[in-house]
């Protein structure tokens, strides 16, 4: 079972960016996906973005798409999520989570092993 962690998140402007880091420890298999969702009290777990470990493919709710970069680094087994241009509405609990053989998913339920999360609050 791959255990994660997450890191960087913190109280921002809005416009301004952060760097979150998701650190695996465990084995991430070529077909992993790596993905990152977020929370808000009352609502459910909404997926953000991901990326399949061997060949990098990525994928992103629309909402953030042009703000937001997901990528990995293979030898620190650790995936990240570039925030730009940060809005309000992008306050959060951020989550990182893993599947292996799975096929492109946004279903939380699909994701097998979880982080704590990482809260990012965006000020207007």
């Known amino acids: 079972q791959v255990q994660l962690e997450e890191s960087g998140g913190g109280l921002v402007q809005a416009g301004d960016s952060l760097r979150l880091s998701c650190a695996a420890s465990?084995?991430?298999?070529?077909?992993?996906?790596v993905a990152w969702f977020r929370q808000t009290p009352g609502k459910e777990r909404e997926f953000v973005a991901s990326?399949?470990?061997?060949?990098?493919?990525?994928d992103y709710t629309d909402s953030v798409k042009g703000r937001f970069t997901i990528s990995r680094d293979n030898a620190k087994n650790t995936v990240f999520l570039q925030l730009n241009t940060l809005k309000p509405e992008d306050t959060a609990v951020y989550y990182c989570a893993t599947n292996t053989g799975v096929a492109t998913t946004r279903i939380p339920a699909h994701f097998g092993s979880w982080g704590q999360g990482t809260q990012v609050t965006v000020s207007s």
């Open positions: 465990g084995r991430l298999f070529f077909a992993s996906r």
């Open positions: 990326i399949v470990w061997g060949k990098g493919y990525t």
